[in-house]
């Protein structure tokens, strides 16, 4: 019962990816009717979301994970972190500074879909940029993972969802639509992208809806599929969960924030509304930065809050240039436990990005993207090529916590002591200028959402 009535809920991170795959078979023909009666286009119902009651009370379904091994865990959470870093520095290396969120969890969770099903260059490629091993001993540790993140949790909630969409008629190989299931937990659902796009779309949209509890109701736009669409692989991730220590609203007061513009040097401040609490933290700090763990509500999911020491924008991009896994892996290793004079802005950012197949062909997996694509493995006949792929996420964070989802999608088409002592000097924490967090899962140090706060807002 604590879950659902002791419990404030503060901050909500979202993320959802979708990947649309289209068929270079323009000969194929659908054998199955359009799509069931077409829905009213992105109406959604807010009571059709779950309630925590209802999310603790489901019927929990685990991935089969009898050949996983604790190296092998670790050994995916550390690929996701891998790909979590280089995909930051894909997104931040442009010369300029914005707000960013994005699920690094949720990107791989969608890729994996198709990484199951692909062959040849096309493997070795999307292998590569997601550092995923062999896909026999992928398959189990990611279903380990899976079930850590996914089983209904009295402190907070944490799910993700796997879903492939597929043209009605289009009969993927049974061992693909094996894998996905046991393994990634994927439900298989039928739509008519051929004859009935926009209604495929919607139906898609509304179950990313529900399953990002509405705060992301339209991850695929108008005409964003169309007749030469055949898949869309998709992952939606939600967590929402309250800080193990509660900001007191009334201590909340209105304080400038520090921006910076391209030549480094600081714009009039905008306002923000400043949280303060004064109490015990996991903190280290380097040469470059102070580092603080904030965590929600069991301890298990916690937000790494990275301050650069140097307060403008030199500051912040030698910060963001220097992110490794291994030095956020030190950072947690030297952390102590200390008294913190914490202030911490409220936020609120919806981050989208529609170009994310750039950002991967970039990074080294063009061959997916082109006609040489080779998914014989998800289905032997009809080719198949990624089209798009679409990442939208969205966080809160506020006195009570953090609220936040992802989603990703994936599109083809045809072609895919005792003593009295001194008293203690707190050490100051002010968030007051940008910086750079991520929500992670401490029993795996999987990061399951990564950003920067620079402005004050971003809707």
């Known amino acids: 019962m604590r879950f659902y009535k002791a419990i404030r809920w503060a901050s909500v991170p979202v993320s959802i990816l979708a990947l649309l795959m289209t068929g270079c078979d323009a000969s194929y023909t659908s054998t199955v009717s359009a799509t069931e009666a077409a829905i009213e286009d992105d109406v959604f119902i807010e009571d059709e979301t779950e309630s925590a009651s209802a999310y603790l009370q489901k019927e929990f379904t685990p991935a089969d994970e009898s050949a996983a091994t604790a190296e092998g865990i670790q050994r995916i959470a550390t690929a996701n972190n891998n790909f979590a870093i280089k995909m930051y520095h894909q997104l931040t290396k442009e010369d300029t500074l914005d707000n960013l969120v994005f699920s690094p969890y949720s990107i791989s969770s969608a890729m994996a879909l198709g990484y199951v099903g692909a062959k040849g260059d096309t493997y070795d490629e999307i292998q590569q940029v997601f550092d995923y091993s062999a896909i026999d001993q992928m398959l189990p540790n990611a279903a380990a993972l899976y079930n850590q993140l996914n089983r209904p949790n009295v402190d907070y909630m944490l799910s993700s969802t796997n879903g492939l969409w597929v043209q009605q008629g289009l009969d993927p190989n049974p061992t693909y639509l094996d894998s996905i299931n046991r393994y990634l937990q994927a439900e298989v659902n039928p739509v008519d992208f051929m004859y009935d ?259 004050p807002s971003s809707d």
């Open 197 to 455: 796009p926009e209604s495929a779309r919607t139906t898609i949209n509304r179950a990313i809806a529900k399953q990002t509890h509405d705060l992301i109701p339209q991850i695929i736009p108008i005409n964003g599929v169309d007749e030469a669409t055949r898949s869309v692989l998709t992952n939606a991730l939600y967590f929402k969960g309250a800080w193990y220590h509660e900001f007191y609203d009334g201590s909340t007061e209105s304080m400038p924030f520090e921006t910076f513009q391209m030549t480094g040097s600081a714009t009039s401040a905008p306002m923000v509304d400043m949280m303060h609490q004064y109490n015990g933290f996991q903190y280290v700090e380097d040469k470059q930065a102070q580092v603080i763990d904030l965590p929600y509500v069991g301890k298990e999911i916690s937000m790494m809050v990275i301050l650069p020491k140097i307060a403008d924008k030199q500051g912040l991009q030698q910060l963001m240039a220097s992110l490794t896994t291994e030095k956020i892996t030190s950072w947690q290793a030297k952390s102590d436990y200390e008294d913190i004079n914490l202030y911490l802005p409220k936020f609120k950012m919806n981050v989208r990005d529609e170009e994310l197949a750039d950002k991967l062909m970039t990074m080294g997996m063009p061959t997916a993207f082109l006609p040489a694509a080779d998914f014989s493995g998800y289905h032997e006949i009809s080719p198949l090529v990624f089209d798009k792929v679409v990442h939208q996420a969205v966080i809160e964070v506020d006195e009570l916590g953090t609220e936040a989802a992802a989603a990703t999608t994936v599109m083809d088409m045809a072609a895919s002591a005792e003593e009295e002592q001194e008293p203690i000097i707190p050490i100051v924490f002010k968030a007051d200028h940008p910086f750079i967090y991520m929500i992670y899962h401490k029993p795996t140090n999987a990061i399951l959402f990564l950003g920067q706060m620079v402005k």
